[in-house]
T-cell receptor
Framework: KQEVTQIPAALSVPEGENLVLNCSFT??????LQWFRQDPGKGLTSLLLIQSSQREQTSGRLNASLDKSSGRSTLYIAASQPGDSATYLCAVIGFEKLTFGTGTRLTIIP | NAGVTQTPKFQVLKTGQSMTLQCAQD?????MSWYRQDPGMGLRLIHYSVGAGITDQGEVPNGYNVSRSTTEDFPLRLLSAAPSQTSVYFCASSQGMDRVSYEQYFGPGTRLTVT
């Protein structure tokens, strides 16, 4: 059974800093990995999708990497802003199913 | 495109009542799924469908039924609501979940409280 872990569960950093969020998974037989953002009381917003053949994907200030062999993905956020405060979820996409981590709650301190 | 839509946004039920959570997508996606999100437990898969007429169970299917009569719609039925089903429910869709998987799109969620 696939298990996805996100550590830390919560993170606070001052505005302007660069930061890295971590996601690890136990079964490397995945198709893709997707990072989401969730604001309090809201739905999930897709940030980046990394296909299993890719090692990284970039969108604006966000960069996600994937290392299938070690079962790890990271989400790098450059020059953090207060608007980046949210919960970040990673989801591993296998055959017919997604498995989610429990998320990292990020707070950017102005 | 409206994307993935869910109704209602909020619902309060009494124990034992039944109801249907609606989910629709207008992207002609083959794959649709239902998740529940609970504090400390993340999102867990309830049921999913890889196409019209095909459904399968996820991680936590007990107490829920689904059907997929059209590509666009994937309703989730609670047969006899229990307080343990108090949760936020999300519907999702994607182009496919086969050898090549695609980006997942999520609806805004339904907040359900069972008293």
């Amino acid at each position: 059974k696939q298990e996805v872990t996100q550590i830390p569960a919560a993170l606070s950093v001052p505005e302007g800093e660069n930061l890295v969020l971590n996601c690890s998974f136990t079964d490397s037989a995945i198709y893709n990995l997707q990072w989401f953002r969730q604001d309090p009381g809201k739905g999930l917003t897709s940030l980046l999708l990394i296909q299993s053949s890719q090692r990284e994907q970039t969108s604006g200030r966000l960069n996600a990497s994937l290392d299938k062999s070690s079962g790890r993905s990271t989400l790098y956020i450059a020059a953090s802003q207060p608007g980046d405060s949210a919960t970040y979820l990673c989801a591993v996409i296998g055959f017919e199913k997604l498995t989610f981590g429990t998320g990292t709650r990020l707070t950017i301190i102005p | 495109n409206a994307g993935v839509t869910q109704t209602p946004k909020f619902q309060v039920l009494k124990t034992g009542q039944s109801m249907t959570l609606q989910c629709a997508q207008d992207m002609n996606h083959e794959y649709m799924s239902w998740y529940r999100q609970d504090p400390g437990m993340g999102l867990r898969l309830i049921h999913y469908s890889v196409g019209a007429g095909i459904t399968d169970q996820g991680e936590v299917p007990n107490g829920y039924n689904v059907s997929r009569s059209t590509t666009e719609d994937f309703p989730l039925r609670l047969l006899s609501a229990a307080p343990s089903q108090t949760s936020v429910y999300f519907c999702a869709s994607s182009q496919g979940m086969d050898r090549v998987s695609y980006e997942q799109y999520f609806g805004p969620g339904t907040r359900l409280t069972v008293t």
